[in-house]
Antibody, heavy 119, light 108 residues
Framework: QVQLQQSGPGLVRPSQTLSLSCSASGVSVINGGYPWTWIRHHPGKGLEWIGHVYFRGNTYYNPSLKSRATISIDTSENQFSLELTSMTAADTAVYYC???????????WGQGTLVTVSS | SSELTQDPAVSVALGQTVRITCQGDSLRSHYASWYQQKPGQAPVLVIYGQNSRPSGIPDRFSGSGSGDTASFIITGARADDEADYYCHSRDSSGHHLLFGGGTKLTVL
Protein backbone atom coordinates (compact mmCIF):
# COMPACT_ATOMS: atom_id res chain seq x y z
CA GLN A 1 0.00 0.00 0.00
CA VAL A 2 1.37 3.37 -1.04
CA GLN A 3 1.69 5.93 1.72
CA LEU A 4 2.93 9.50 1.49
CA GLN A 5 4.23 11.33 4.57
CA GLN A 6 4.78 15.06 4.35
CA SER A 7 7.22 17.15 6.36
CA GLY A 8 8.00 20.84 6.47
CA PRO A 9 7.22 24.08 8.31
CA GLY A 10 3.78 25.38 9.07
CA LEU A 11 4.87 29.01 9.16
CA VAL A 12 6.85 30.89 6.55
CA ARG A 13 7.81 34.57 6.59
CA PRO A 14 6.85 36.77 3.63
CA SER A 15 9.43 36.75 0.81
CA GLN A 16 11.02 33.55 2.12
CA THR A 17 11.13 30.14 0.42
CA LEU A 18 8.84 27.26 1.38
CA SER A 19 10.42 23.81 1.39
CA LEU A 20 8.23 20.71 1.78
CA SER A 21 9.15 17.05 1.45
CA CYS A 22 7.04 13.99 0.78
CA SER A 23 8.41 10.59 1.76
CA ALA A 24 7.00 7.60 -0.12
CA SER A 25 6.56 4.11 1.27
CA GLY A 26 5.21 1.05 -0.51
CA VAL A 27 6.56 2.30 -3.82
CA SER A 28 9.85 3.53 -5.23
CA VAL A 29 9.96 7.04 -6.64
CA ILE A 30 11.88 5.66 -9.61
CA ASN A 31 9.18 3.12 -10.45
CA GLY A 32 6.01 5.19 -10.28
CA GLY A 33 4.13 5.42 -13.55
CA TYR A 34 2.20 8.46 -12.38
CA PRO A 35 4.06 11.68 -11.71
CA TRP A 36 4.88 12.87 -8.21
CA THR A 37 2.55 15.79 -7.67
CA TRP A 38 2.01 18.81 -5.42
CA ILE A 39 -1.44 20.36 -4.99
CA ARG A 40 -2.67 23.05 -2.63
CA HIS A 41 -6.00 24.07 -1.17
CA HIS A 42 -6.54 27.70 -0.26
CA PRO A 43 -8.90 28.26 2.71
CA GLY A 44 -12.46 28.47 1.45
CA LYS A 45 -11.40 27.96 -2.15
CA GLY A 46 -10.74 25.10 -4.54
CA LEU A 47 -7.84 22.81 -5.27
CA GLU A 48 -4.91 24.16 -7.26
CA TRP A 49 -2.35 22.03 -9.04
CA ILE A 50 1.19 23.30 -8.35
CA GLY A 51 3.18 20.94 -10.52
CA HIS A 52 4.62 17.46 -10.88
CA VAL A 53 7.76 15.55 -11.72
CA TYR A 54 8.17 12.26 -13.56
CA PHE A 55 10.80 9.84 -12.27
CA ARG A 56 12.91 10.52 -15.38
CA GLY A 57 13.08 14.17 -14.34
CA ASN A 58 10.54 15.89 -16.59
CA THR A 59 8.76 18.60 -14.63
CA TYR A 60 5.62 20.62 -15.31
CA TYR A 61 4.33 23.58 -13.34
CA ASN A 62 1.22 25.69 -13.09
CA PRO A 63 1.95 28.81 -15.19
CA SER A 64 0.15 30.96 -12.60
CA LEU A 65 3.07 30.43 -10.19
CA LYS A 66 5.36 32.34 -12.56
CA SER A 67 8.39 30.06 -12.19
CA ARG A 68 8.45 30.23 -8.37
CA ALA A 69 8.02 26.48 -7.95
CA THR A 70 10.63 23.73 -8.20
CA ILE A 71 9.80 20.04 -7.71
CA SER A 72 12.53 17.45 -7.46
CA ILE A 73 13.06 13.78 -6.64
CA ASP A 74 15.57 12.42 -4.12
CA THR A 75 16.05 8.76 -4.98
CA SER A 76 18.39 8.13 -2.03
CA GLU A 77 15.63 9.14 0.41
CA ASN A 78 12.74 7.86 -1.73
CA GLN A 79 11.06 11.21 -1.52
CA PHE A 80 10.16 14.22 -3.60
CA SER A 81 10.16 17.87 -2.65
CA LEU A 82 8.62 21.24 -3.38
CA GLU A 83 10.31 24.62 -3.15
CA LEU A 84 8.21 27.75 -3.59
CA THR A 85 10.05 31.05 -3.55
CA SER A 86 8.95 34.60 -2.74
CA MET A 87 6.09 33.49 -0.51
CA THR A 88 3.25 35.94 0.16
CA ALA A 89 0.01 35.79 2.13
CA ALA A 90 -1.72 34.60 -1.04
CA ASP A 91 0.30 31.38 -0.75
CA THR A 92 -1.29 30.50 2.59
CA ALA A 93 -2.91 27.11 1.98
CA VAL A 94 -2.91 23.43 2.83
CA TYR A 95 -0.26 21.78 0.67
CA TYR A 96 -0.63 18.15 -0.39
CA CYS A 97 1.70 15.73 -2.11
CA UNK A 98 -0.01 13.09 -4.21
CA UNK A 99 0.49 10.38 -6.80
CA UNK A 100 -1.42 7.74 -8.71
CA UNK A 101 -1.16 4.05 -7.90
CA UNK A 102 -2.65 2.60 -11.07
CA UNK A 103 -5.47 4.99 -11.80
CA UNK A 104 -5.36 7.89 -14.24
CA UNK A 105 -5.60 10.45 -11.44
CA UNK A 106 -3.87 10.94 -8.09
CA UNK A 107 -5.39 8.56 -5.55
CA UNK A 108 -2.74 8.49 -2.86
CA TRP A 109 -2.36 11.74 -0.94
CA GLY A 110 -0.20 12.95 1.90
CA GLN A 111 -1.77 14.13 5.12
CA GLY A 112 -1.56 17.79 4.11
CA THR A 113 0.49 20.62 5.62
CA LEU A 114 -1.15 23.91 6.54
CA VAL A 115 1.35 26.58 5.55
CA THR A 116 0.71 30.08 6.83
CA VAL A 117 2.64 33.03 5.45
CA SER A 118 2.97 35.67 8.11
CA SER A 119 5.57 37.88 9.72
CA SER B 1 -9.38 27.18 -22.44
CA SER B 2 -7.67 25.80 -19.33
CA GLU B 3 -10.56 26.07 -16.89
CA LEU B 4 -13.12 23.69 -15.45
CA THR B 5 -16.38 25.25 -14.26
CA GLN B 6 -18.64 23.81 -11.55
CA ASP B 7 -21.74 25.08 -9.80
CA PRO B 8 -20.68 26.33 -6.34
CA ALA B 9 -23.45 24.54 -4.46
CA VAL B 10 -26.01 21.79 -4.99
CA SER B 11 -28.50 20.21 -2.62
CA VAL B 12 -30.28 16.86 -2.64
CA ALA B 13 -32.91 15.23 -0.46
CA LEU B 14 -31.88 12.16 1.48
CA GLY B 15 -32.24 9.06 -0.71
CA GLN B 16 -32.63 10.99 -3.95
CA THR B 17 -30.33 11.25 -6.97
CA VAL B 18 -28.10 14.23 -7.63
CA ARG B 19 -25.94 15.23 -10.59
CA ILE B 20 -22.93 17.54 -10.31
CA THR B 21 -21.59 18.92 -13.57
CA CYS B 22 -18.22 20.17 -14.76
CA GLN B 23 -17.70 22.10 -17.98
CA GLY B 24 -14.53 22.89 -19.89
CA ASP B 25 -13.02 22.72 -23.36
CA SER B 26 -10.35 20.28 -22.20
CA LEU B 27 -13.05 17.70 -21.47
CA ARG B 28 -13.45 17.26 -25.22
CA SER B 29 -10.04 15.54 -25.26
CA HIS B 30 -9.42 14.35 -21.68
CA TYR B 31 -11.66 12.36 -19.35
CA ALA B 32 -12.72 13.83 -16.04
CA SER B 33 -12.03 12.41 -12.61
CA TRP B 34 -13.89 13.34 -9.45
CA TYR B 35 -12.83 13.86 -5.84
CA GLN B 36 -14.78 14.00 -2.60
CA GLN B 37 -13.32 16.21 0.13
CA LYS B 38 -14.64 16.54 3.67
CA PRO B 39 -13.47 19.27 6.08
CA GLY B 40 -9.98 18.71 7.40
CA GLN B 41 -9.36 15.69 5.17
CA ALA B 42 -7.41 15.05 2.00
CA PRO B 43 -9.44 14.59 -1.19
CA VAL B 44 -10.56 11.06 -2.04
CA LEU B 45 -10.69 9.87 -5.64
CA VAL B 46 -14.21 8.59 -6.31
CA ILE B 47 -14.33 8.47 -10.14
CA TYR B 48 -11.51 8.29 -12.68
CA GLY B 49 -11.45 7.97 -16.45
CA GLN B 50 -14.92 9.57 -16.62
CA ASN B 51 -16.89 6.58 -15.31
CA SER B 52 -14.65 4.14 -13.43
CA ARG B 53 -14.61 3.65 -9.66
CA PRO B 54 -11.46 2.97 -7.65
CA SER B 55 -11.51 -0.01 -5.36
CA GLY B 56 -13.70 0.56 -2.30
CA ILE B 57 -15.88 3.29 -3.80
CA PRO B 58 -19.60 2.41 -3.66
CA ASP B 59 -21.54 1.87 -6.86
CA ARG B 60 -23.95 4.62 -5.79
CA PHE B 61 -21.29 6.88 -7.32
CA SER B 62 -21.04 7.07 -11.10
CA GLY B 63 -19.76 9.37 -13.82
CA SER B 64 -20.59 10.26 -17.39
CA GLY B 65 -19.60 12.78 -20.00
CA SER B 66 -20.38 14.23 -23.40
CA GLY B 67 -18.62 16.94 -25.34
CA ASP B 68 -17.32 19.62 -23.00
CA THR B 69 -19.32 18.48 -19.96
CA ALA B 70 -18.69 15.77 -17.39
CA SER B 71 -21.14 14.67 -14.72
CA PHE B 72 -20.85 13.01 -11.35
CA ILE B 73 -23.98 11.25 -10.13
CA ILE B 74 -24.92 9.99 -6.68
CA THR B 75 -27.85 7.58 -6.63
CA GLY B 76 -29.57 7.34 -3.26
CA ALA B 77 -27.78 10.17 -1.46
CA ARG B 78 -26.79 9.55 2.14
CA ALA B 79 -26.04 12.02 4.89
CA ASP B 80 -22.33 11.19 4.78
CA ASP B 81 -22.17 12.12 1.10
CA GLU B 82 -22.28 15.75 2.22
CA ALA B 83 -18.92 17.13 1.10
CA ASP B 84 -17.15 19.24 -1.50
CA TYR B 85 -16.76 17.57 -4.90
CA TYR B 86 -14.07 18.54 -7.40
CA CYS B 87 -13.74 17.59 -11.03
CA HIS B 88 -10.24 17.09 -12.38
CA SER B 89 -8.76 16.74 -15.82
CA ARG B 90 -5.82 17.92 -17.91
CA ASP B 91 -5.32 20.86 -20.21
CA SER B 92 -5.05 20.49 -23.97
CA SER B 93 -1.32 19.74 -23.78
CA GLY B 94 -2.02 16.85 -21.41
CA HIS B 95 0.83 17.91 -19.15
CA HIS B 96 -0.94 20.35 -16.85
CA LEU B 97 -3.58 19.24 -14.37
CA LEU B 98 -6.81 21.17 -13.88
CA PHE B 99 -9.33 21.26 -11.05
CA GLY B 100 -12.80 22.71 -11.05
CA GLY B 101 -13.74 25.24 -8.40
CA GLY B 102 -15.64 22.62 -6.43
CA THR B 103 -19.31 22.00 -5.65
CA LYS B 104 -20.55 21.95 -2.08
CA LEU B 105 -23.15 19.20 -1.78
CA THR B 106 -25.76 19.52 0.95
CA VAL B 107 -27.93 16.51 1.80
CA LEU B 108 -31.29 17.66 3.17
Amino acid sequence: QVQLQQSGPGLVRPSQTLSLSCSASGVSVINGGYPWTWIRHHPGKGLEWIGHVYFRGNTYYNPSLKSRATISIDTSENQFSLELTSMTAADTAVYYCATGTGYSAPDSWGQGTLVTVSS
Amino acid sequence: SSELTQDPAVSVALGQTVRITCQGDSLRSHYASWYQQKPGQAPVLVIYGQNSRPSGIPDRFSGSGSGDTASFIITGARADDEADYYCHSRDSSGHHLLFGGGTKLTVL
